[in-house]
């Protein structure tokens, strides 16, 4: 059994009461550590007994801190180098994310986002990679995963419309973008959090 996790950065640092550091992690892979294996287990059994408990977002917040903290161990990156939530200082940039944010369905490519936040192309795709650590295209696509994913779990809006609402020319290619990213199409994602709730 796997336990995939989805964690909004925004959550993160609600639940950590803190906004010293955007949930970008050091490096890819997690050592499962007697602690993280511990609060996995607990985050797990949480959701397989559909334990309704106030303390599971204190688990679950606490086992994310605790991959978090350990991607960075073995970084050279001092902690003071990784970008703080309020550390895009580029006008530019904060403005193309929200353009992307503002228009997700929208046909459009990322050069006119970039002509419209003053910015060639190539020096887009440079100041984007290093105020927000991803590439415009990557960010584009966790918005639409983050989208569809509050859109499946939180409205009955059926998966066709929710796919052309992102800008996707037919329910296949939505299904073929979250299959990819998810693991399971839509429709499969939704009846799971539907037994979850």
Known sequence: MLLVL????????????S????????RNSIEITSAVGRLAQRVTSMLLDDESSSLFDGYLYELTRE?????????????????TWSGISDFRIRNSLRLMRD???????LDDIARESGLSRPHFYKLFHQNVGVTPNTYLNTLKMETSLDRLTMSSDPVTTIGLDLGFSSQASFTR?????????PSDYRRATMVLQ
Do not use: H
Request: aromatic share 18%; proline share 6%; glycine share 8%.
């Open 6 to 17: 989805y964690i909004k950065p925004l959550w993160f640092l609600e639940a950590g009461r």
């Open 19 to 26: 906004a010293d550091n955007a949930l970008r992690f050091g």
């Open 67 to 83: 991959c978090f903290d350990q991607s960075w161990q073995w970084k050279s990156d001092e902690p003071t180098n990784r970008m």
């Open 103 to 109: 228009r997700i369905g929208d046909e459009f490519v």
């Open 177 to 185: 973008f979250f299959s990819t990213n998810v693991g399971i199409p």
